[in-house]
T-cell receptor
Framework: DTAVSQTPKYLVTQMGNDKSIKCEQNLGHDTMYWYKQDSKKFLKIMFSYNNKELIINETVPNRFSPKSPDKAHLNLHINSLELGDSAVYFC???????????????FGPGTRLTVL | KQEVTQIPAALSVPEGENLVLNCSFTDSAIYNLQWFRQDPGKGLTSLLLIQSSQREQTSGRLNASLDKSSGRSTLYIAASQPGDSATYLCAVRPGSMRFGAGTRLTVKP
């Protein structure tokens, strides 16, 4: 049973296109996240949602729009894709947003986005 | 702003050795610290989470320590195996999770 799943696993597209990445978690968690891992393998938080509400937006361009239809899903839509958007995007979830042990973050397998 | 540094960037050891990976952070006001491993082309697997009130956590051959006052954590791997080869990442919270750049570990048979 996959805890945090993402689709697609690979995405190759042209500059200027609009694309979406989907994320689902079956852990019953309240909080979900999107991270970007660039070519230097550095991971950075992009967004965090708690109970379908946006709680963290780390100065991400407004071409990126997360959508959380319910607590189990957090999708990422990207408009007008640019070359610099090429990266691996990871979804994650945790029970809550506090610092306790129950709020350990679990990651999906990643979506490798390549913009040509 | 919280900055997380991991040293060394890469480490190669023969099988069976005990080893220590280091993680340091600039702001000691953290909620927790989490260690992950990432295999090439794969996602992150959570290894250990240490809450700010704790000093260490253990799981099998792994032991992670936390010294908040000095802004440091170590991940100790006992009796290393080739299957331990991966990139190890540490990350701290509060607020957004901040990651280090990782230590790429290679365990040679």
């Amino acid at each position: 049973d996959t805890a945090v799943s993402q689709t697609p696993k690979y995405l190759v597209t042209q500059m200027g296109n609009d694309k979406s990445i989907k994320c689902e978690q079956n852990l019953g968690h309240d909080t979900m996240y999107w991270y970007k891992q660039d070519s230097k393998k550095f991971l950075k938080i992009m967004f965090s949602y708690n109970n379908k509400e946006l709680i963290i937006n780390e100065t991400v361009p407004n071409r990126f729009s997360p959508k959380s239809p319910d607590k189990a899903h957090l999708n990422l839509h990207i408009n007008s894709l640019e070359l610099g958007d090429s990266a691996v995007y990871f979804c994650a979830s945790s029970q809550g947003i506090g610092g306790g042990g129950a709020n350990e973050q679990f990651f999906g397998p990643g979506t490798r986005l390549t913009v040509l | 702003k919280q900055e997380v540094t991991q040293i060394p960037a890469a480490l190669s050891v023969p099988e069976g050795e005990n080893l220590v990976l280091n993680c340091s952070f600039t702001d000691s006001a953290i909620y927790n610290l989490q260690w992950f491993r990432q295999d090439p082309g794969k996602g992150l697997t959570s290894l250990l989470l240490i809450q700010s009130s704790q000093r260490e956590q253990t799981s099998g051959r792994l032991n992670a320590s936390l010294d908040k006052s000095s802004g440091r954590s170590t991940l100790y791997i006992a009796a290393s195996q080739p299957g331990d080869s991966a990139t190890y990442l540490c990350a701290v919270r509060p607020g957004s999770m901040r990651f280090g750049a990782g230590t790429r570990l290679t365990v040679k048979p």
